[in-house]
C-alpha cells in the first residue's frame, strides 16, 4: 500500500478544468469558491474532485488527500468528509489510508 503524498494531478495550484454548467458559479479561477448545499450539486461537484484529484487504483496517505483538497478550497477537511460520506473516496478502517472509490459514484 502506497501513501506517495502526491495527488493524480500532475501540476499543483487550481484545476485546470473547472465543471461548466451548473457548477461554473462555485468557482473562481479554478478554486471552489462555496460547496453546493443542493445535494445533486454536491453530488457532481464531489464526482469532478474525485476524477481530478485522484488517480483509481492507488492509496493517499490523509496528507496527501488534504494537500490535493487544499488547491481546491481552504475547508479541505469538510471536502475529505463530504467524499467520504458520499462514497465518492474509501477510508480503511483506522484512517491512515484513503482511495478513490470503484464501483460507486465515480466508477
Known sequence: ???TP???SPSPGPLPDSPAGPLAHHFRDGRLMSIPRKQARR???LDHLARTL???DRDYA???VNDALSTVHEDHAA???HLVEGGFLVRTRDG?????ATGGPTG
Request: charged share 20%.
Open 1 to 3: 500500500m502506497s501513501t
Open 6 to 8: 502526491t495527488p493524480a
Open 43 to 45: 453530488a457532481a461537484l
Open 54 to 56: 485522484f488517480a483509481q
Open 62 to 64: 490523509e496528507q496527501a
Open 79 to 81: 471536502l475529505r468528509r
Open 96 to 100: 491512515s489510508s484513503y482511495r478513490r
